[in-house]
């Protein structure tokens, strides 16, 4: 469940243009997730202090009880921050290959 709102705060983040990172996430669980069952998803931005986002989230089922709320708190960030993530990433899977032959 946690991946599920941090990815529709990611989706939201995407849909409002900010590139951003989770700092933290919170949930709350209000009632059992059932499998196979359709729920109303629900994202927005709180608000905005620099380079912080206070965002919220309800997930609620058929008959619009919520079954979980999220808060969570995203850090905003250049394109480069990623990049500069993958370049790494790719560094240590060169040195990880070179060290197994």
Do not use: C, I, W
Request: glycine content about 4%.
């Amino acid at each position: 469940m946690a991946t599920v709102l941090d990815d529709l705060f990611g989706f939201l983040l995407y849909t409002v243009g900010e590139l951003a990172v989770t700092r933290r996430l919170e949930l709350d669980y209000l009632a059992p997730v059932l499998l196979g069952t359709p729920y109303v998803l629900r994202a927005a931005v709180r608000s905005r202090d620099g380079r912080k986002l206070d965002l919220t989230a309800t997930m609620d089922d058929a008959q619009g009880r919520s079954v979980a709320t999220a808060t969570a708190l995203f850090v905003v960030v250049e394109v480069e921050h990623f990049m500069q993530s993958q370049a790494r990433a790719q560094l240590r899977a060169t040195d990880t290959n070179h060290t197994e032959e």
